[in-house]
């Protein structure tokens, strides 16, 4: 069953050029792109898109961090896109949970700046790419 994921690059992985390792990782797990863009992204879009840990003490510092710069958003597809992305990226935090072998795993330190975000379900996903790639069919 083929589904779709929203992945995002985070400022730091724009800033410490990984872009190309990333997206190079994603196409060789077998995972399609169908969009993807360099944006700065608005305080508005940043909200929305992390409305769930608004109420987190983390929640001020992540929006300054994903505004910060330019970003990748990107549109990838395949089957069980959303658990396979998920799976490249490792775990939240850097070092405690995501293992060698992942993004995070293999080139982040820090639980914020932990370089890539994947939707972590299929209504996340649909609200996300919605948010983030309006024209998008
Ligand atoms: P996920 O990105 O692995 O799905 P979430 O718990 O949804 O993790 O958190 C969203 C993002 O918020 C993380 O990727 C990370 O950038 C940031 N974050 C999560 N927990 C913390 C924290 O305890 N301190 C600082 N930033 C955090």
Excluded: C
Aim: cysteine-free; aromatic content about 6%.
């Amino acid at each position: 069953m083929t589904e779709r994921t929203l992945v995002l690059i985070k400022p730091d992985g724009v800033a410490r050029a990984v872009v190309g390792e990333i997206i190079s990782r994603i196409e060789r797990k077998g995972l399609s792109l169908v969009a993807l863009q360099l944006t700065t992204v608005s305080d508005e879009v940043a909200r929305g898109h992390y409305a769930e840990h608004a109420e987190k003490p983390f929640f001020p510092s992540l929006l300054e961090f994903i505004t910060s710069g330019p970003l990748v958003a990107a549109v990838v597809e395949g089957p069980r896109a959303i658990a396979a992305f998920r799976q490249l990226a490792g775990g939240t935090d850097p070092v405690e949970k995501a293992v060698p072998g992942t993004i995070r795993g293999d080139f982040a330190l820090e639980t914020q700046n932990n370089l890539v975000h994947g939707s972590d379900s299929p209504e996340s996903a649909e609200r996300e790419i919605a948010l983030w790639f309006p024209g998008l069919s």
